[in-house]
């Protein structure tokens, strides 16, 4: 391929990649350089423009100047764009590489040498300031693992050390979201909602995607680097699906990230949130993993833990992962709020919750956080000898003085 095809090619790719860039008003914007020769006016040629300044010659030799510092500049200009074209030149080659290794990805056929390879290519010419290669597996991201997520889901057949090769190159896309340009990023995020609500519309099941264990981690990434908005979009997207994506072992951790980084105050992060508080919220307490979700919005958002309130069931604090969510709850409120958790535990009973090994890491919490006198208070008088008996409940006894 001649360098005059592949600079045309290049300049088609740019100029694609300059709309969707481009602000809405373009005819305010400078001309590039690369896109000049596109112009309805035809260009004189060399001997037309010396001809203009031969007619303006005058007597004492001004315009011989005049001519030679014009030569000077127009060669100056021409030394500039062929250095222009040669990076356009290797950014093609770069461009190239990419889908290559896209094709490989995407047939299963690359491997381990292969992946590390193209991984140094890539952060050596984003050292140089060319990030086409990370744009370009941006750009194809979700259906480069879309169908390799699939085959682990259905248990298809998969090639020898599918495992290993998945995690490089899932690292590997990591990296390239750190390195591409934002936009590339935001459309990757946009193109995943579009993914969730079409599986919305179309009554399919999707939740599947999410707790992948190499699409996991990708998304997770693409999470922690997009946009507040962006994000809230996303999880307006994934309101319905969050209960069931929060209580897997993969999926818990893009619904941790969503919350981590978006803002309370968007209408898709209170939609989402309002969604775990929905249905019966004791198992999601009592989940493995779903209180790993339920704590990161505890301590992220501070409205969260009045709605809580309103809705949680404390006998949760007798169960292992109950426990932690109540601990951490209680770490969460407010001095007044503190009280009417008290007041609720009070109810489940207090002596019942020193005899749960769970139970009574609730209520040192609560003396933790300057409620010793009410506990002393309301367990005095009611501790047998088979409280004082019991290892886990022994040393709290010991701390209350009674």
Known sequence: MSSKIVVAEYNSFLALEALDEAPTDRRSQPVPRSFKLSGKQPMKTRLQEDDDLSDSVSDDGSTITALSSATSLEMASSIAEISD?????????????????????????????????????????????????????????????????WSVHCKCWLPKDFRKIKEDESRLLQDAIELAKASHVRQAVLELQGMVQFAAMNGTDITWFFKNMYANHIIQKLCTHATKTDLGLLADALSPHARDIAQSQTGCRIIQRII?????????????????????????????????????????????????????????????WGSWFMQTLIEHLSEDMLFVAFDRLKQVGLLGLVRSR?????????????????????????????????????????????
């Open 85 to 149: 074209l040669e990076g356009m030149r290797e950014d093609y080659h770069h461009c190239a590489e990419a889908v290559q290794f896209q094709s490989k990805f995407h047939s299963y056929s690359a491997s381990l040498e292969e992946v590390k390879t193209f991984r140094q290519v890539m952060e050596s010419a984003h050292l140089r300031g060319d990030p086409s290669m990370a744009n370009q597996l941006v750009h194809g991201l979700w259906r480069l693992i879309w169908d390799h997520s």
């Open 260 to 320: 981590e980084h978006c803002s309370y105050e968007h209408l898709g992060t209170g939609k989402l949130l309002a969604s775990l508080l929905d249905g019966d919220f004791r198992s999601l307490c009592q989940s493995r993993f779903g209180v790993h979700v339920l704590q990161s919005a505890l301590e992220q958002h501070a409205q969260f833990c009045d709605s809580v309130m309103d809705t949680i069931d404390f006998r949760v604090a007798k169960n292992q």
């Open 358 to 402: 769970f139970g009574v890491e609730v209520l040192k919490a609560l003396n933790q956080q300057g409620l010793k006198t009410h506990l002393a208070d309301g367990l005095r008088g009611a501790i047998t000898p088979y409280e004082r008996s019991r290892p886990y409940a022994k040393e709290f006894i010991r701390i209350l003085e009674i």
